[in-house]
């Protein structure tokens, strides 16, 4: 649903207005078209494209944002994310993820990833505090188990 006052044109990406709006309402209608373009499942077809709706979304900002957009194999959006506000970073973070199976017991994989992803943080000065791994039996600290 279109946000008020605006309404869908019979012309496919036209919209149309039943009365004059405020600066406001036209950058909350932008804001909501920019959302659509990066919601799950869109394709990201360039970087124009991408920053275009990016720049939309951010423009009002104050503070500066860091984020991710994670795409899936054929480059189509899982999920935009927010990872931090501000200037300052975080200066540690503690990992985390579960196991469906329940049992929390790290697997090699678990292992690799949290070595690379301590590698990559270090690169901005980002300290791993733990990884925590979560299932139905308990959990798994990669702090408390010498892993870090």
């Not at 799950?40 to 360039?46: R, V």
């Not at 299932?135 to 408390?144: L, M, N, Q, Y």
Request: proline content about 5%; charged content about 20%; some cysteine.
């Amino acid at each position: 649903m279109l946000p008020y006052p605006f309404k869908t044109a019979e012309t496919n990406g036209a919209y149309r207005l039943d009365k004059p709006v405020t600066a406001a309402e036209i950058l909350r209608m932008a804001n909501y078209l920019a959302k659509q373009k990066l919601k799950k499942g869109a394709s990201l077809s360039s970087p124009e494209t991408c920053s275009s709706e990016l720049k939309t979304l951010q423009q009002e900002r104050e503070h500066e944002v860091f984020g991710v957009i994670f795409l899936d194999q054929q480059h189509r959006i899982i999920r935009v994310e927010e990872i931090f506000r501000g200037t300052i970073n975080a200066a540690a973070v503690i990992l985390f993820h579960n196991h469906p199976s329940g049992m929390p017991q790290p697997s090699e994989s678990d292992r690799a990833i949290t070595k690379t992803i301590m590698q990559t943080l270090q690169l901005i000065d980002v300290r791993v505090l733990d990884h925590l791994i979560v299932g139905t039996e308990g959990f798994t600290s990669f702090a408390k188990q010498g892993l870090l």
